[in-house]
């Protein structure tokens, strides 16, 4: 199936570091979304993006909506433990449903041994 | 306020059996969607039912089928199972069928389910 091509795969972080992932595609996409999952658990949505260029905080997470409409990136600032788990950027294609979601691969914040 | 929930959290099967999963979607939500999970990739949509029917399907066989109930819960079944059906499988809900928002979706923890 299709899935969009997100980096870095995985990563380590230091507590205090500044993050950055992105995501890209080859479709456009009329919504860009970004989701933390932890083990045991569903992916939890942590910020939505409408527009393209659109920029959205939600706390020490940044994200935004390529112009292209085809691209996304997610940072945080000042990472913390509670930072660590799999994030997953996810795209609903123009014209497609809600609930038809096009996920990452994920990328995998690890704690700096 | 519950959210989604899934049952059974773990199960064992071995190859060509037949499996059932279930959801009861968050309250207040209509819409059910079920991805497949495999280990370390991101989802992959399954389908999506609206008044119990299947609105959308995602590149699955026909192997998967669904079904959702008057109260909104959902089932996914899995036919002749393979062993590359092992996966997390996770049902999503939202509200007002197709065309919603896609930041009203929310995801239960999922079923593991294993294929030996």
Known sequence: ?113 | DAGVTQSPTHLIKTRGQQVTLRCSPKSGHDTVSWYQQALGQGPQFIFQYYEEEERQRGNFPDRFSGHQFPNYSSELNVNALWLGDSALYLCASSSGGFYSGANVLTFGAGSRLTVL
């Open chain 1, 1 to 113: 199936g299709q899935q969009l091509n997100q980096s870095p795969q995985s990563m380590f972080i230091q507590e205090g570091e500044d993050v950055s992932m992105n995501c890209t595609s080859s479709s456009i996409f009329n919504t860009w979304l970004w989701y933390k999952q932890d083990p045991g658990e569903g992916p939890v949505l942590l910020i939505a993006l409408y527009k393209a260029g659109e920029l959205t905080s939600n706390g020490r997470l940044t994200a935004q909506f390529g112009i292209t409409r085809k691209d996304s990136f997610l940072n945080i600032s000042a990472s913390i433990p509670s930072d660590v788990g799999i994030y997953f950027c996810a795209g609903q294609l123009y014209g497609g449903s809600q609930g038809n979601l096009i996920f990452g691969k994920g990328t995998k914040l690890s704690v700096k041994p």
